[in-house]
């Protein structure tokens, strides 16, 4: 099993430009989230779902959008960059229902110019 | 609202020294707790959680933590630091119901001294 992968690994944008982060898992997790890790503040939640089809905002969704048409992929975009949205980015994955453990993907450093 | 307080943002040990890291919850219901480690350039790993019974929890690698209730505290403790052990450890919770979302602490950066 590869696990969660995530791509890029690195991304730089310019102000205004838009994007879209991926992220799949082949564990056949029902639960995925996307967090942001800025320092000083831990991990926050963005979006999350707990199936294909579902999808919900968590503590900071402002600027991001989320769909989940497949088990496995959980892509987020970036309608319009902000210099705010520079973060390190992870995916994490987990059966549905607490508390199962999450499991998180290797991240993705966004810097927003 | 879940609300996670880590004391201490970083932490330096001598190797072989006692680890002590400080988590504390904010919850009118004891949620689920977790520990998380973070190895520079990686993504998090589960070092152990609490769910229900036996309030003292093994995990990997050595470490444990204890929930105390009265006290509404989750610490991370270990007897002997590694070097390996350097890394930044995240306290979490997550609500007993509902979707499997977590509500991190801001995190404390251990750093082992040879």
């Known amino acids: 099993n590869a696990g969660v992968t995530q791509t890029p690994k690195f991304q730089v944008l310019k102000t205004g430009q838009s994007m879209t982060l991926q992220c799949a898992q082949d564990?056949?997790?029902?639960?995925m989230s996307w967090y942001r890790q800025d320092p000083g503040m831990g991990l926050r939640l963005i979006h999350y779902?707990?199936?294909?089809?579902?999808?919900d905002q968590g503590e900071v969704p402002n600027g991001y959008n989320v769909s989940r048409s497949t088990t496995e992929d959980f892509p987020l975009r970036l309608l319009s960059a902000a210099p705010s949205q520079t973060s390190v980015y992870f995916c994490?994955?987990?059966?549905?229902?607490?508390?199962?453990?999450?499991?998180f993907g290797p991240g993705t450093r966004l810097t927003v110019l | 609202a879940q609300s996670v307080t880590q004391l201490g943002s970083h932490v330096s040990v001598s190797e072989g020294a006692l680890v002590l890291l400080r988590c504390n919850y904010s919850?009118?219901?004891?949620?689920?707790l977790f520990w998380y480690v973070q190895y520079p350039n990686q993504g998090l790993q589960l070092l152990l959680k609490?769910?229900?019974?036996?309030?003292l929890v093994k995990g990997i690698n050595g470490f444990e933590a204890e929930f105390k209730k009265s006290e509404t505290s989750f610490h991370l403790t270990k007897p002997s630091a590694h070097m390996s052990d350097a890394a930044e450890y995240f306290c979490?919770?997550?609500?007993?119901?509902?979707?499997?979302?977590?509500?991190f602490g801001t995190g404390t950066r251990l750093t082992v001294i040879p």
């Open positions: 564990m056949n997790h029902e639960y």
């Open positions: 979490a919770v997550s609500e007993q119901t509902g979707a499997n979302n977590l509500f």
């Open positions: 919850s009118s219901v004891p949620p689920y």
């Open positions: 609490y769910t229900t019974g036996a309030t």
């Open positions: 779902s707990v199936g294909a089809g579902i999808t």
């Open positions: 994490a994955s987990s059966y549905s229902g607490v508390p199962n453990e999450q499991f």
